[in-house]
C-alpha cells in the first residue's frame, strides 16, 4: 500500500490508524450527517484569521464540500437502487442520503456525482449545531425503508461530519453509547486547536464506553480528527478508507 502524505497540526489522527470500520460478510447502508452550522464558515487551521472564512477554500465548509465527491463516489456505488431510480434520466434519486444539521435538520436527500455541488449550493447554511433531530430523521429513512426486511447482515453506518461539540450533547451521547453491531457511528471532525481537541475527546471517551460495554470488547463509535487538514484530498481519501 502506497504511503499516504500527512498533513494538518499535532493532533491530526494519523493516517495509519485510519482503516475501514466495515466487517466483511455485512452489508452496509451508509448515511451522512452533515454540519451545516455558521462555524463550518470558519478556518480549518485558524479560525481567528478573517482572510480563511467561507468561501475562501481555507474554510471548514469549502474543505468538507471539495472532499465529498470522493466519499459519495465511494459510497453511492453501493446504492443498490441507484440505477433503477436514475432509469427515468434524472440525477435526483439515487447515491448517498444525506442529511444537514445546524439549527433545524435538512433532508438533502441522495447526494451523488452529478447532483452534488448543486444540492449543497441550494441549501441554507448556518444556524447551531444540534445533531439529533437530524439523527432521528435518518433512523425513520432507514425503519421505513428495511421494517420488513428479515436480513440481519445489515449494517446501518452513519458518518457525522462535524467541526464542533454539538449542543444537544446530552441527547446524542446515549444514541452513541447503544451503538452495536447493526449500527455503528464514524465521527469526523474538522478544524483546530484546542476546541476541536476537546470535541474529540468527547466523543473519545464515549467511544471508549461503548466499547467496554460490549461483550466482545468491540468498539461500534470511530472517531478521528482533521485537526488543521486543509486539504480535501488527504480528507476524501481518509473518509473513504473509513466508511468503505
Known amino acids: ?32 450527517l452533515l454540519d451545516l452550522s455558521t462555524s463550518m464558515d470558519w478556518g480549518a487551521e485558524d479560525e481567528n484569521d478573517d482572510a480563511q472564512l467561507y468561501p475562501s477554500p481555507m474554510s471548514r465548509r469549502a474543505i468538507v464540500i471539495a472532499a465529498l465527491p470522493l466519499l459519495v463516489k465511494a459510497l453511492a456505488a453501493e446504492d443498490s437502487e441507484a440505477e433503477k431510480e436514475q432509469a427515468g434520466g434524472s440525477d435526483e434519486l439515487g447515491g448517498l442520503l444525506t442529511f444537514g444539521f445546524a439549527s433545524s435538520p435538512v433532508e438533502i436527500g441522495d447526494l451523488n456525482e452529478s447532483n452534488l455541488e448543486r444540492r449543497l449550493g441550494s441549501i441554507g447554511w448556518g444556524g447551531g449545531t444540534e445533531v439529533v433531530p437530524a439523527l432521528k430523521l435518518a433512523f425513520k429513512d432507514y ?11 445489515r449494517v446501518h453506518e452513519i458518518l457525522i461530519v462535524t467541526d464542533g461539540q454539538a449542543s444537544d450533547w446530552q441527547a446524542l451521547e446515549p444514541y452513541l453509547l447503544a451503538a452495536d453491531a447493526n449500527r455503528v457511528y464514524v465521527v469526523a471532525i474538522v478544524g483546530h486547536g484546542a476546541k ?19 461483550k466482545f470488547g468491540k468498539g461500534h463509535v470511530h472517531v478521528v480528527l482533521f485537526d488543521g487538514v486543509t486539504d480535501p484530498n488527504e480528507i476524501g481519501e481518509d473518509l473513504v478508507a473509513l466508511a468503505s
Open 143 to 153: 425503519n421505513d425503508e428495511f421494517e420488513d426486511d428479515e436480513d440481519d447482515s
Open 196 to 214: 476541536a481537541l476537546a470535541t474529540y475527546n468527547e466523543y473519545t471517551k464515549v467511544a471508549q464506553e461503548n466499547k467496554a460495554k460490549d
Open 1 to 32: 500500500m502506497t504511503e499516504r502524505t500527512e498533513t494538518g497540526g499535532p493532533d491530526r489522527t494519523p493516517r495509519s490508524e485510519i482503516t475501514s470500520v466495515r466487517k466483511r460478510n455485512r452489508s452496509y447502508e451508509p448515511v451522512l
